[in-house]
């Protein structure tokens, strides 16, 4: 709602426009300066990035899903932000102490760190020793027996980036040693600038963050082979040549089904049930040349008749079952 103004200040206004202070009131149309800093290139293109975000999105998707099933609950990983800015500042960003993993690509000079958020780490170690999750602890630091715990996950994290960067080249992350003292996790000069990767963790109702810096000076190789291949999508390399299609339609042909075949079915009195033994026998509606019901899953697909083949028992599928009360 608009500000309304006193008969005061009306006045002062009407005034201030016949005496011609208000029209010939200097304009300030001047924009407010942007800041650059010349010293921080960005080695790394757009193009680069939405390449980068991508294979990061796919360990991410991969790593959720290891998460679920070591933790037994909901868990998504979401990249929030890809970022080029000096490793002086990202050690200022890191806490003390911290859970910090420094680790390498082998037969490269590129060097990493994977920091994990310190209460997300104590979540994975309640959880992996049997714990919901929701325990507190008075003291940050990470005990060697949380370490040797939390090692199993990175080294895991380091097989899923395995994995996500197959798109561009079989690079082997290793994991070196654990730090809780930024200061001691020297990837690279304080001026040379890291690249940056920050995600989201949530497990169930709450949020924590996960960072993987990497030192670019070294990245030109990798940098190269992403400019060379195509940009557009990020896919395993033994998918390259097919198509969404091909692929999804090549993971349903491989998924398993259970097939059920229905002989008959009968009515009987809840005394006649109870009455029942061994050697009984019941009498069902169906006639000896009426086909059977095929069903997949719970839905009737099929109808069939029953036989032997090479000695077992088998059904031969006749026609699609066809009816009013078919499940659509």
Request: with cysteine; proline share 2%.
């Amino acid at each position: 709602m608009a500000e309304v103004l006193s008969q005061q200040e009306i006045d002062l206004l009407l005034n201030k426009v016949k005496s011609g202070e208000e029209q010939n009131a200097p304009q300030n149309n001047d924009k407010e300066a942007m800041l650059f800093d010349f010293r921080l290139p960005n080695r790394i293109s757009k193009n680069q990035l939405r390449t980068i975000r991508n294979i990061n999105e796919n360990f991410a998707e991969g790593f959720a899903s290891f998460l679920v099933s070591k933790l037994q609950c909901i868990v998504n990983i979401d990249v929030t932000s890809i970022d080029q800015i000096y490793y002086s500042e990202y050690i200022l960003s890191v806490s003390n102490p911290a859970c910090l993993y420094t680790f390498e690509i082998r037969n490269t000079d590129i060097k990493g760190i994977l920091e994990l958020n310190s209460d997300f780490a104590f979540v994975l170690v309640d959880r992996l020793l049997g714990g919901n999750g929701s325990g507190t602890k008075q003291s940050s630091v990470i005990t060697p027996i949380e370490q040797k715990v939390l090692l199993q996950i990175a080294e895991r994290i380091m097989i899923d980036l395995r994995k996500a960067w197959q798109t561009v080249d079989n690079y082997d992350f290793r994991i070196e040693r654990f730090e809780s003292d930024i200061d001691f996790a020297q990837i690279t000069s304080q001026s040379e600038s890291v690249l940056l990767i920050t995600f989201e963790v949530i497990i169930g109702e709450k949020n924590y963050m996960m960072n993987l810096c990497f030192a670019t000076f070294a990245f030109d190789k990798i940098l190269s082979k992403l400019t060379s291949q195509n940009l557009s999508s990020v896919r395993h390399t033994k998918y390259l040549g097919t198509t969404s299609s091909e692929i999804l339609t090549g993971h349903l042909y491989k998924t398993l089904l259970p097939i059920t075949v229905e002989f008959g079915n009968a009515k009987i009195s809840m005394k006649q049930l109870f009455d029942l033994e061994k050697g009984d026998i019941i009498k069902l509606e169906t006639q000896i040349g009426d086909e059977q019901i095929i069903k997949v899953g719970t839905k009737p697909l099929f109808l069939g008749r029953n036989g032997t083949l090479n000695g077992k028992k088998a059904v031969k599928i006749t026609s699609k079952y066809e009816n009013e009360n078919k499940l659509e």
